[in-house]
């Protein structure tokens, strides 16, 4: 069951290579454009790496244009993977090695999406100002303690948080 969770968790992570962006940019997908769909289409102001940076037009222009660029130089999330995977897990019998094999393919072409992804993204970290860095590794500290938090049980996580609000009022 594990292994299945896994499995669920890398496919999405495949699917979801995250993205950039600057505040007030319109939101751009590791997919080329015709493959783009609504929801990333939405701004994700919220899980930004640059939330709580005050940007300038031209930084917001030029991270625009590295997304713009990244867009064109992504690899592709390969839809034939996940189509050779779904094949051998609804297969009649389950062949260990060649889930492990295609796993391994999937997850290495993960690990090409996310280096270029943090390319990129140190390429927008050295536009900003020295004020502006430490204003993002402050975010940054602030964002790793609430998740050591979360996961030492300290902390209810938002559902847990919205549950019980929804119970007192």
């Not at 699917?15 to 505040?23: F, W, Y």
């Amino acid at each position: 069951m594990f292994k299945a969770a896994s499995f669920g968790l890398a496919t999405l992570l495949t699917l979801s290579s995250g993205v950039v962006l600057a505040d007030g940019a319109k939101p751009v997908s590791a997919m080329p454009a015709e493959h783009d769909s609504t929801m990333l289409e939405k701004p994700l102001e919220r899980n930004t790496m640059f939330d709580g940076v005050n940007l300038t037009e031209q930084q917001r222009q030029q991270m625009r244009d590295l997304m713009h660029q990244a867009r064109k130089d992504l690899p592709n999330v390969n839809v034939e993977q996940i189509e050779t995977m779904h094949r051998l897990v609804t297969a009649e019998k389950f062949d260990q090695a060649a889930v492990r094999a295609q796993a391994e393919l999937m997850a290495q072409e993960q690990v090409d999406r996310q280096v270029e992804m943090a390319r990129i993204r140190n390429q927008m970290f050295n536009l900003l100002t020295p004020e502006q860095k430490n204003v993002l590794n402050q975010k940054h500290e602030q964002r790793m303690k609430q998740m050591q938090m979360q996961l030492s049980g300290l902390q209810p996580s938002s559902a847990q948080k919205t549950s019980s609000t929804s119970t007192t009022e």
